[in-house]
């Protein structure tokens, strides 16, 4: 039944070794976003992909990067992961319609960094 | 340009109510709902469209005051299962995609 399914739940990596965290819809949905959430904080948008078109969010750092090979699919690259970074990972997607924006989230990755 | 909610932080006991609300500098097209629950995503409760809506199921109910760029959201005779953190998510124009996330509210409704 999940509709937004994030691969690995958890995912412990070390300072500066590359990681990849995966994301896939069964909703057909157009839009997916990749948000990073800090304790007691809210989501905060790191880049979304309107179809193929990647928009990055202007304070997302560079570490950050983004692949949507098919509609089903998205993956959040971090080339060379601090310790500031480990954080709730959140994919989401939406059916743009106007003025229905609503997202649907997955379960998220919670990322830890050594 | 986050949205400001208020309380931070709220302890009810089951079958009270509660108010919790988010202000925006911005002017509003939308307003989500989102509640989440720890170490869980969150949930989609609902959405207010500008030109003053009301929105409500069971228990738990909203208002979108355009003018005054805020939204409220109403829980009435609360339940333990209303436990978690409330979200407000502000969309600032048609078709932009974004949502820009509320501070956050935590609701903890205790027996």
């Known amino acids: 039944d999940a509709m937004v399914i994030q691969n690995p739940r958890y995912q412990v990596t070390q300072f500066g070794k590359p990681v990849t965290l995966s994301c896939s819809q069964t909703?057909?949905?157009?839009?997916m976003y990749w948000y990073q959430q800090k304790s007691s904080q809210a989501p905060k948008l790191l880049f979304h992909?309107?179809?193929?078109?990647?928009?990055n969010e202007a304070d997302t750092p560079d570490n950050f990067q983004s692949r949507r090979p098919n509609t089903s699919f998205c993956f959040l690259d971090i080339r060379s992961p601090g310790l500031g970074d480990a954080a709730m990972y959140l994919c989401?997607?939406?059916?743009?319609?106007?003025?229905?924006?609503?997202?649907?989230f997955g379960a998220g990755t919670r990322l830890s960094v050594l | 340009q986050q949205p400001v909610q208020s309380p931070q932080a709220v302890i009810l006991r089951e079958g009270e109510d509660a108010v919790i609300n988010c202000s925006s500098s911005?002017?509003?097209?939308?307003v989500h709902w989102y509640r989440q629950k720890h170490g869980e995503a969150p949930v989609f409760l609902m959405i207010?469209?500008?030109?003053?809506e009301q929105k409500g199921h069971d228990k738990i109910s909203a208002s979108f005051n355009e003018k005054k760029q805020q939204s409220s959201l109403y829980l009435t005779a609360s339940q333990l299962s209303y436990s978690g953190t409330y979200f407000c998510?502000?969309?600032?124009?048609?078709?932009?995609?974004?949502?820009?996330f509320g501070t956050g509210t935590r609701l903890t409704v205790i027996p």
């Open positions: 989401a997607t939406s059916r743009t319609r106007q003025g229905q924006n609503i997202q649907y």
């Open positions: 909703l057909n949905h157009n839009v």
């Open positions: 992909y309107y179809d193929k078109d990647f928009n």
């Open positions: 911005k002017a509003l097209y939308s």
């Open positions: 207010l469209l500008k030109g003053g």
């Open positions: 998510g502000t969309e600032w124009q048609t078709g932009a995609n974004n949502l820009f």
